[in-house]
């Protein structure tokens, strides 16, 4: 089953340890355990806490909204919207040991009051009908068949006009990504849609598109700056080496070249269910 495959290549034992260990080497044994300090190692995405930054930028919450992140991750940016604009998010995840590690992480930063995790699927989301102000997804799409039902169930989940803000790798002209990739071991779990389809896919699930951004200039020049980091061998220790341990730095590569050689578009969109 595909959906075993995709836990299978992001699970691993004691993830929250490494993420606290990784602090710890960075700032000292006594360093606090906040959202803040913790974002260059739980952040699982290209960019890291700008990327998630923007997204902020994008949802404009207010505090007490209810906002729902879907493909949550070791939960980084879960707590970090929750301590940084007074929201309350629940996280969905599909990798077991990535939401044992999120409410590991949610009590060492005392945000598990503020932040739930369900282990559960995004096309088949644990969740009520309309019972969020916002949501956001940060680079999971790409492991999505199913981008329809994604969709979907976002559209579902969502308040009338509610928003959603959404990062994305599309499929690039020159075509496939390179493998290992962070996202996904080999083809069998990478989904890559082009932009015109992703656009397709939102439309037809009902949303109404309010920004969609090419940002891959951007991603670009980050990577570039991370190669030659590679190169020169100092690189610091982020969320994607202490997640995927040794396989980390191939796979960062290949994300380069990916977007480098265009195969990979890297979007960034905002669309509004109807109010
Ligand atoms: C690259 S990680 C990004 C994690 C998180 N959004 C972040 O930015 O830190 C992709 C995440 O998508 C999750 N995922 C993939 N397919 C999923 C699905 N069908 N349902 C729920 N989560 C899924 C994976 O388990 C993984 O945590």
Same mark, same amino acid.
């Given at each position: 089953? #595909? !959906? /075993?495959?995709?836990?299978?290549?992001?699970?691993?034992?004691?993830?929250?340890?490494?993420?606290?260990? /990784?602090?710890?080497?960075? #700032?000292?044994?006594?360093?606090?355990?906040?959202? $803040?300090?913790?974002?260059?190692? $739980?952040?699982?995405?290209?960019?890291?806490?700008?990327?998630?930054?923007?997204?902020?930028?994008?949802?404009?919450?207010?505090?007490?909204?209810?906002?729902?992140? %879907?493909?949550?991750?070791?939960?980084?940016?879960?707590?970090?919207?929750?301590?940084?604009?007074?929201?309350?998010? !629940?996280?969905?995840?599909?990798?077991?040991?990535?939401?044992?590690?999120?409410?590991?992480?949610?009590?060492? *930063?005392?945000?598990?009051?503020?932040? *739930?995790?369900?282990?559960?699927?995004?096309?088949?989301?644990?969740?009520?009908?309309?019972? &969020?102000?916002?949501?956001?997804?940060?680079?999971?799409?790409?492991?999505?068949?199913? #981008?329809?039902?994604?969709?979907?169930?976002?559209?579902?989940?969502?308040?009338?006009?509610?928003?959603?803000?959404?990062?994305?790798?599309?499929?690039?002209?020159?075509?496939?990504?390179?493998?290992?990739?962070?996202?996904? *071991?080999?083809?069998?779990?990478? &989904?890559?849609?082009?932009?015109?389809?992703?656009?397709?896919?939102?439309?037809?699930?009902?949303? =109404? %598109?309010? =920004? &969609?951004?090419?940002?891959?200039?951007?991603?670009? =020049?980050?990577?570039?700056?991370?190669? =030659?980091?590679?190169?020169?061998?100092?690189?610091?220790?982020?969320?994607?080496?202490?997640?995927?341990?040794?396989?980390?730095?191939?796979?960062?590569?290949?994300? %380069?070249? *990916?977007?480098? $050689?265009?195969?990979?578009?890297?979007?960034?969109?905002?669309?509004? #269910?109807?109010?």
């Amino acid at each position: 089953m #595909k !959906t /075993a495959a995709v836990a299978e290549h992001y699970g691993s034992a004691g993830i929250a340890e490494r993420v606290l260990a /990784a602090l710890r080497e960075a #700032k000292g044994p006594d360093a606090p355990v906040t959202p $803040d300090a913790l974002a260059p190692f $739980d952040h699982f995405h290209g960019r890291g806490v700008v990327a998630t930054q923007e997204i902020a930028a994008q949802l404009a919450l207010q505090p007490g909204e209810r906002v729902l992140d %879907i493909g949550s991750g070791i939960g980084g940016p879960a707590r970090w919207f929750a301590a940084t604009y007074g929201v309350h998010v !629940t996280g969905v995840d599909l990798t077991p040991e990535f939401c044992a590690a999120a409410e590991t992480l949610n009590a060492a *930063t005392g945000l598990g009051d503020r932040v *739930t995790i369900r282990n559960g699927s995004a096309l088949a989301l644990p969740v009520p009908d309309g019972a &969020f102000d916002a949501a956001y997804s940060q680079n999971v799409i790409m492991n999505i068949a199913d #981008k329809k039902q994604f969709y979907r169930e976002a559209f579902r989940a969502l308040r009338p006009g509610g928003r959603l803000a959404l990062s994305n790798l599309c499929a690039g002209p020159a075509g496939e990504p390179y493998f290992p990739a962070p996202w996904a *071991t080999t083809r069998e779990t990478s &989904f890559l849609a082009s932009p015109d389809e992703m656009r397709a896919d939102l439309i037809a699930a009902g949303f =109404e %598109i309010a =920004e &969609f951004r090419d940002i891959t200039e951007a991603m670009r =020049e980050v990577q570039r700056r991370t190669r =030659e980091r590679l190169d020169k061998g100092d690189m610091p220790k982020v969320a994607v080496d202490i997640i995927m341990g040794e396989r980390a730095r191939e796979m960062q590569r290949n994300s %380069i070249r *990916t977007i480098e $050689d265009g195969r990979g578009i890297a979007i960034e969109a905002l669309v509004r #269910k109807p109010g």
